[in-house]
Nanobody, 115 residues
Framework: QVQLVESGGGLVQAGGSLRLSCAAS????????MDWYRQAPGKQRDLVAS???????NYLDSVKGRYTISRDNAKNTVYLQMDNLKPEDTAVYYC?????????WGQGTQVTVSS
């Protein structure tokens, strides 16, 4: 089973940018869909962005035009570029993928946006 480790979170002012990375312990070449989720305190975990092996992307409406998901299969890494960040983007961000055995999650990385 391929394990995931997120990094790149931190504290940033509103309007700033961060790039999150999700490093996989093995090849992601055969993993069709890679996802980024986020969970704010007291709220449900929401799907923020997805990318297929063909490069097709989908985004949560509230992040469209501000976030960009990408993947580098050669580096076994998925990225989430976040621009024009808002205080409501504050959350723990998780990388994930699904198999028939279920979902695999990273440990998460905290993103805090100050106003």
């Amino acid at each position: 089973q391929v394990q995931l480790v997120e990094s790149g979170g931190g504290l940033v002012q509103a309007g700033g940018s961060l790039r999150l990375s999700c490093a996989a312990s093995g090849s992601i070449f055969t993993i069709n869909v890679m996802d980024w989720y986020r969970q704010a305190p007291g709220k449900q975990r929401d799907l923020v962005a997805s990318i297929t092996s063909a490069g097709k992307t989908n985004y949560l409406d509230s992040v469209k035009g501000r976030y960009t998901i990408s993947r580098d299969n050669a580096k076994n890494t998925v990225y989430l570029q976040m621009d024009n960040l808002k205080p409501e983007d504050t959350a723990v961000y998780y990388c994930s993928y699904q198999t028939r055995a279920g979902a695999t999650w990273g440990q998460g990385t905290q993103v805090t946006v100050s106003s």
